[in-house]
T-cell receptor
Framework: GAVVSQHPSRVICKSGTSVKIECRSLDFQATTMFWYRQFPKQSLMLMATSNEGSKATYEQGVEKDKFLINHASLTLSTLTVTSAHPEDSSFYIC????????????FGPGTRLLVL | KNQVEQSPQSLIILEGKNCTLQCNYTVSPFSNLRWYKQDTGRGPVSLTIMTFSENTKSNGRYTATLDADTKQSSLHITASQLSDSASYICVVRGRGSYIPTFGRGTSLIVHP
C-alpha cells in the first residue's frame, strides 16, 4: 500500500516553455503532499508543502510564481515549472502523507526535467 | 541550524562484503531518524525508522543503530548484493516539526 506515482518520469523541454508534473497517491488519500528538488549528488531540498484545497506553503528562496503548485484533490498534486530555464533542470520528487500516519512520507519515483 | 552529515560520501565494495555508513546530526529536540535507499533516478524508499528510545532496528540485511546521546546513527549492510548499489540517505525529524532534515547521502557501489 501507500504508492505514489509521478508523471512524466522524464521530460525535455525548450527554454521558456512551461512543464507540468503530476503526483498521485494511488491507494490512499493524501491531505498533504510535498515537492522536493534534487540536484546531482545533492540531498533532497524541500520546495513546498501542498495541502488539499488550500494554497501551498513555499520554502524560503522558492519562487511561488515560477513553481505553481495545485492540490485540487486528495489524490493529485501538480507542480508547474513556468518559463523554464536550463538552471531549472533537476530531479523533482513528490511525497505524500496519509492522514493516519503523520510520521511517514511516501515518495514518488521522481521526474527528471531537462531544459534545453 | 539543523544539520545531518553523512560519511563517507561514496563507497565501493565487493559483492558479499559488509559495510557501515555513518550519520551525525544536530537536530534537536529529536523525534525520529530514518534511513532511505534511493536507486538512481528513483524516489527514496524507507528502510528503517528509529525513535529516541530505540538503539537498533533491522530490515533484512540492513541494520540501523542510533545513539541519541551522541547524535549518531549507522546503517550496516551485511553480505552486500549488486542490488544494494544506491544512495543511502539519513533523514532526521525534530520534535514539533513536520519537515525533516535530509543528509546528502552516501553513494554505495557494489562490484561483482
Amino acid at each position: 500500500g501507500a504508492v505514489v506515482s509521478q508523471h512524466p518520469s522524464r521530460v525535455i523541454c525548450k527554454s521558456g516553455t512551461s512543464v507540468k508534473i503530476e503526483c498521485r497517491s494511488l491507494d490512499f488519500q493524501a491531505t498533504t503532499m510535498f515537492w522536493y528538488r534534487q540536484f546531482p549528488k545533492q540531498s533532497l531540498m524541500l520546495m513546498a508543502t501542498s495541502n488539499e484545497g488550500s494554497k501551498a506553503t513555499y520554502e524560503q528562496g522558492v519562487e511561488k510564481d515560477k513553481f505553481l503548485i495545485n492540490h485540487a484533490s486528495l489524490t493529485l498534486s501538480t507542480l508547474t515549472v513556468t518559463s523554464a530555464h536550463p538552471e531549472d533542470s533537476s530531479f523533482y520528487i513528490c511525497s505524500a502523507r496519509t492522514p493516519e500516519d503523520q510520521e511517514t512520507q511516501y515518495f514518488g519515483p521522481g521526474t527528471r526535467l531537462l531544459v534545453l | 541550524k539543523n544539520q545531518v552529515e553523512q560519511s563517507p560520501q561514496s563507497l565501493i565494495i565487493l559483492e558479499g562484503k559488509n559495510c557501515t555508513l555513518q550519520c551525525n546530526y544536530t537536530v534537536s529536540p529529536f523525534s525520529n531518524l530514518r534511513w532511505y535507499k534511493q536507486d538512481t533516478g528513483r524516489g527514496p524508499v524507507s528502510l528503517t525508522i528509529m525513535t529516541f528510545s530505540e538503539n537498533t532496528k533491522s530490515n533484512g540485511r540492513y541494520t540501523a543503530t542510533l545513539d541519541a546521546d551522541t547524535k549518531q546513527s549507522s546503517l550496516h549492510i551485511t553480505a552486500s548484493q549488486l542490488s544494494d548499489s544506491a544512495s543511502y540517505i539519513c533523514v532526521v525529524r525534530g520534535r514539533g516539526s513536520y519537515i525533516p532534515t535530509f543528509g546528502r547521502g552516501t553513494s554505495l557501489i557494489v562490484h561483482p
